[in-house]
């Protein structure tokens, strides 16, 4: 059995914000706040290789692994998924922006499996997931909205 989980969130805010911000990664730990270290390892075109690095977990546990990302802002859609795979068979992610009456619907997809050694079965890892996407979706629409205002930008046209 799998894992996968789709959580979306509307922010209030135009396309061009709302991209540049959520896929910089080297900003990440500015953005996330579950992430204590990112480092860009390669960057080939618009795919970047890079290792992010959780804060410790309630048990001190640090973890970290290499993932790699690659947007395409005209399909406004960007692929991912980890190459150090840690506890994970597999994790492959999908990120897709939406315009939207309200602003730019951002949807997360995750699709992956716990290897059988893991600490946790697919079933708490897609309920972790779930809420944690949840968390950090809402304090990331948070930024970006606020950046918006300080910007002075106006919602997208079709918000207004």
Not at 28 to 55: N, P, Q, S
Not at 112 to 123: C, G, L, N, R
Not at 126 to 132: G, M, P, Q, V
Request: glycine share 4%; proline share 5%; aromatic share 10%.
């Amino acid at each position: 059995m799998a894992g996968h989980t789709e959580n979306d969130i509307i922010i209030n805010a135009p396309f061009d914000l709302v991209w540049d911000i959520t896929n910089d990664v080297d900003n990440w730990t500015d953005l996330f706040t579950e992430y204590a270290k990112v480092e860009v390892l390669e960057r080939e075109g618009a795919k970047v290789t890079f290792r992010l690095t959780m804060h410790p977990d309630s048990d001190g546990k640090v973890w970290s692994w290499i993932s790699e990302r690659e947007p395409d802002r005209a399909m406004r859609t960007v692929w991912a998924q980890r190459v150090e795979t840690g506890p994970f068979a597999f994790m492959h992610i999908r990120w897709e922006y939406h315009e939207e009456p309200d602003g730019i619907r951002m949807h997360w997809v995750q699709d992956f499996a716990m290897k059988p050694e893991a600490p946790v079965d697919d079933a708490w890892m897609t309920d972790n997931i779930n809420r944690n996407s949840r968390v950090q979706m809402e304090i990331i629409r948070d930024k970006i909205q606020q950046r918006a205002k300080d910007l002075g930008l106006a919602a997208p046209a079709s918000a207004v």
